[in-house]
C-alpha cells in the first residue's frame, strides 16, 4: 500500500531527483515530468522540449492522467528552473526567454496538471526566489519569470483559482540551494547559508501529509545560517 501520490515536475535536476529519492524511501508512487528520462521514478514523462508551451501543458497533463489511472495526486511539485545572470545591454530577450520556459511555463503547467489530478486538500508547490521579491539588475530575465511564479502563486493561492477544494499553493523561495553545480561555480562560499536538498524535500513531505502547512499564496523564503533553515514568510 503507497502512502501517497505525488509528481516531481524538474525530477531528474539536483533539487527534483532529492525529491524523487526522498518520496520513493518513503513509500510513495512517484512520477517525474522532466525533459529526460528519471528512471527510479514510478512513472516518467519526458516533456517534448521543442513543442511550444499549450502543446507541453495539453502532453503533460494527459500523460499524468494516463498514468493515474482514475487516481488523485497528494501533491504536484514543481522544482524545474534554472539561471541566468545578464542585464538589458545584452541578450535580454533570449535570456528572459530561456527562464520563462524553465519557470514560468513549468510552474503554469504543473497549475494545470493540479487543476485536472490533485486532490481535494492536496498541496501545490512551486520554486520562486528570494532575491526577484527586489530589483534583480544582474539577472534581469531570471528576476522577471521567478517574480512571475510568485504573481501566479498568489494567484492560484485565492478564490475561484480552478483548484481543488481546500489545496494549499505555496512558493519557496530559496537564496541558495546546496547542489554540486553550485558547489562547483561557488567553491569559496559559506556553505552554512546554503539551504541542504533533503531539507527542501522534507518540507514538501510534512506539507503533503498536511503537517506544519503555511497558509495557501504562500511566499516562503528558505534562510539557512550555520547549517539551520527558517522559513519566513515574504510579505
Not at 86 to 107: F, H, I, P, Y
Amino acid at each position: 500500500m503507497s502512502a501517497g501520490r505525488v509528481v516531481i515536475y524538474g525530477g531528474k535536476g539536483a533539487l527534483g531527483s532529492a525529491c524523487v529519492d526522498h518520496f520513493k524511501a518513503n513509500n510513495y508512487w512517484v512520477g517525474s515530468i522532466d525533459l529526460s528520462e528519471n528512471e527510479k521514478a514510478d512513472v516518467s514523462i519526458v516533456v517534448p522540449r521543442d513543442a511550444n508551451w499549450p502543446d507541453q501543458e495539453a502532453a503533460v497533463v494527459s500523460k499524468v492522467g494516463d498514468s493515474l489511472n482514475g487516481q488523485k495526486l497528494d501533491a504536484v511539485i514543481c522544482v524545474a528552473g534554472g539561471w541566468a545572470g545578464g542585464n538589458a545591454e545584452k541578450d535580454l530577450a533570449k535570456n528572459a526567454d530561456l527562464m520563462w520556459r524553465q519557470s514560468v511555463w513549468t510552474s503554469s503547467i504543473s497549475a494545470a496538471v493540479a487543476a485536472h489530478h490533485l486532490k481535494d486538500g492536496g498541496l501545490l508547490a512551486l520554486t520562486g526566489a528570494k532575491p526577484a521579491l527586489e530589483g534583480t539588475p544582474g539577472m534581469i530575465g531570471y528576476g522577471m519569470a521567478k517574480a512571475a511564479v510568485h504573481q501566479l502563486t498568489r494567484s492560484l493561492g485565492a478564490e475561484k483559482s480552478g483548484l481543488p477544494t481546500g489545496s494549499l499553493v505555496v512558493s519557496i523561495l530559496p537564496v541558495t540551494l546546496d547542489t554540486p553545480m553550485n558547489r562547483k561555480w561557488m567553491p569559496k562560499a559559506d556553505f552554512g547559508t546554503w539551504t541542504p536538498l533533503t531539507e527542501v524535500a522534507q518540507l514538501f513531505d510534512k506539507w503533503t501529509k498536511n503537517e506544519e502547512r503555511p497558509k495557501t499564496g504562500s511566499l516562503l523564503q528558505l534562510i539557512t545560517k550555520n547549517g539551520i533553515t527558517e522559513l519566513i514568510a515574504a510579505e
